[in-house]
């Protein structure tokens, strides 16, 4: 069974490499987090400008970080900041753990959160190379820090952590993913955008019957 997220923190810091990944994986969280008077940011190694099938990366990548922006302000998070990393061949290299190391330290959070750096999500279902390479990034950069923040998490499968979370912050998340309109409606224009958020948001904050039924948003720590 897994622990509950730790509450005896002030600040996070959400490290991920494309626009739409914290939405995809954590925004519920973070909706609770801002609720209670947390402190979150967001940066992003990349503007996403390779994620719509179609559109000229200079088109992409202002109109993602545009949908970025407000998704980010839907669940309180004010402090977003964009990289210059080409979406798509983002590595783990020099240039990206100065810069995973200059925002910790300039943030200084109490827990730094990352997205899964895993080879699949689920049987069947492999993970992006950008995830992987960034995940990793984020671990060498973490544990370069001679004073590193409390905590290392991921989101994603294999929780050892979960963040209990209400329907309030559930709808937070939905809207949250739902101003990622465009992306959306391109990468699945079959389907409304509102059901296409509600039914991933679903997916990623499944009822546990270990915290009475309650939908979560599952972490696993890294660090320490």
């Known amino acids: 069974m897994p622990d509950a997220f730790p509450s005896d923190w002030h600040s996070a810091l ?5 626009p739409d990944d914290p939405e995809y994986g954590c925004a519920a ?7 209670q008077g947390k402190a979150v940011h967001y940066a992003l190694a990349s503007r996403g400008e390779a994620g719509i099938a179609g559109m000229a990366l200079e088109q992409a990548g202002p109109l993602r ?4 922006l407000r998704s980010a302000a839907v669940v309180g998070v004010s402090d977003v900041r964009f990289w210059e990393f080409p979406d798509g061949e983002i590595r783990n290299c020099p240039e990206l753990r100065t810069k995973i190391v200059e925002a910790i330290t300039g943030v200084e959070p109490d827990v730094v959160i ?12 492999p993970n992006q190379r950008d995830h992987m390479e960034f995940a990793a990034a984020v671990v060498d950069a973490y544990d370069s820090l001679p004073d590193p923040p409390r905590w290392l998490f ?3 499968p294999g929780a050892t ?5 209400d329907d309030g912050c559930f709808e937070r998340a939905v809207a949250s993913l739902a101003e990622h309109r465009v992306y959306v ?5 079959h389907t409304p955008v509102a059901v296409y958020a509600r039914k991933q948001v679903e997916m990623t904050t499944t009822p546990r019957p270990e915290f009475g039924g309650r939908r979560t ?5 890294v660090r320490p």
């Open 65 to 68: 970080e545009q949908e970025q």
């Open 29 to 35: 969280a973070v909706a609770k987090w801002t609720s």
């Open 217 to 221: 948003v599952d972490f696993i720590r």
């Open 114 to 125: 990352t997205i899964y750096g895993g080879p699949e999500w689920e049987p069947g279902a």
């Open 154 to 156: 991921q989101f994603g």
């Open 14 to 18: 959400v490290l991920v490499p494309h």
């Open 161 to 165: 952590h979960v963040e209990v979370i």
């Open 185 to 189: 409606s391109v990468l699945d224009p």
